[in-house]
């Protein structure tokens, strides 16, 4: 696997364009890391319609630039590959997930991976939590995988998180006072919601139900 390159005119004009879209506060990748789903109603679609505007139009070479960068620019190019469901990604997300190198970044493969929602996702998640569920001191995306483990248990029909689940197994072992699979699960449920409903043009519906909530 490539280490980030250093960065050169593409890729700052890359991330001006797609990662640090916006001013001050709204500064695209910051919003993605925490607050977005939480913007009243109107900021909240227009940010959505944006998001999903460039996961459309943005060239896969472009992507592909985005992932050879430092964190910020694989966080967010991850968000776009998530919103359009580019699966043809799933090989390049892979080792960058498993080898964990960056910080935050691999919130957004996870989230790739729920939106791909297939079998080949499912082992993927699988196998980053078998190797990183065991490191409790080393406390990197273990929820974020398996919240998109077990969204994708739920669309297929399958259960290859509940081995990881069972009273004295690995999660039980890494997880603390303020983690539980259901919260993991309602947390990447939350954003994959966002991303389908950003693409499908649903946004004022999806904002009026998560009010009502």
Same mark, same amino acid.
């Given at each position: 696997?490539?280490?980030?390159?250093?960065?050169?005119? $593409?890729?700052?004009k890359?991330?001006?364009?797609?990662v640090n879209?916006?001013?001050?506060?709204?500064i695209?990748?910051?919003?993605?890391?925490?607050?977005?789903l939480?913007l009243?109603d109107?900021?909240?679609i227009?940010f959505g319609?944006?998001?999903? &505007? &460039?996961a459309?139009?943005? *060239?896969?070479? &472009?992507? $592909?630039?985005l992932l050879d960068? $430092?964190?910020r /620019?694989?966080?967010t190019?991850?968000? *776009?590959?998530?919103?359009?469901?580019?699966?043809?990604f799933r090989?390049?997300?892979?080792?960058?997930?498993?080898?964990s190198?960056?910080?935050?970044a691999?919130a957004?493969?996870?989230? /790739? *991976?729920a939106?791909?929602?297939?079998a080949?996702?499912a082992a993927?998640?699988?196998?980053?939590?078998d190797r990183y569920?065991?490191?409790?001191e080393?406390?990197?995306?273990?929820e974020?995988a398996?919240g998109?483990?077990?969204?994708?248990? /739920?669309k297929?029909?399958?259960?290859h998180?509940?081995?990881?689940?069972?009273p004295? &197994?690995?999660?039980e072992?890494?997880?603390?006072a303020?983690?539980d699979a259901?919260g993991?699960?309602?947390?990447?449920?939350?954003?994959?919601?966002?991303?389908?409903? /950003?693409?499908d043009?649903?946004l004022?519906?999806?904002?009026?139900?998560?009010?009502?909530?």
């Amino acid at each position: 696997m490539r280490v980030p390159l250093s960065p050169d005119d $593409e890729m700052i004009k890359l991330a001006q364009r797609y990662v640090n879209a916006g001013r001050g506060g709204s500064i695209r990748y910051l919003k993605l890391l925490g607050s977005a789903l939480y913007l009243p109603d109107r900021k909240v679609i227009r940010f959505g319609r944006a998001l999903a &505007d &460039d996961a459309r139009q943005i *060239l896969d070479e &472009d992507l $592909e630039v985005l992932l050879d960068s $430092e964190w910020r /620019a694989r966080f967010t190019a991850a968000w *776009l590959i998530a919103l359009d469901r580019r699966v043809q990604f799933r090989e390049r997300l892979t080792p960058m997930l498993l080898e964990s190198e960056l910080v935050h970044a691999g919130a957004g493969y996870c989230l /790739a *991976l729920a939106r791909f929602g297939e079998a080949e996702d499912a082992a993927i998640l699988s196998a980053y939590l078998d190797r990183y569920l065991p490191q409790v001191e080393r406390r990197y995306d273990q929820e974020d995988a398996l919240g998109a483990l077990m969204l994708v248990d /739920a669309k297929l029909g399958t259960d290859h998180a509940g081995r990881f689940l069972t009273p004295g &197994d690995l999660w039980e072992t890494f997880a603390t006072a303020n983690s539980d699979a259901s919260g993991c699960k309602r947390a990447m449920e939350e954003r994959v919601s966002f991303a389908e409903s /950003a693409m499908d043009g649903t946004l004022a519906q999806w904002a009026a139900q998560r009010d009502s909530t």
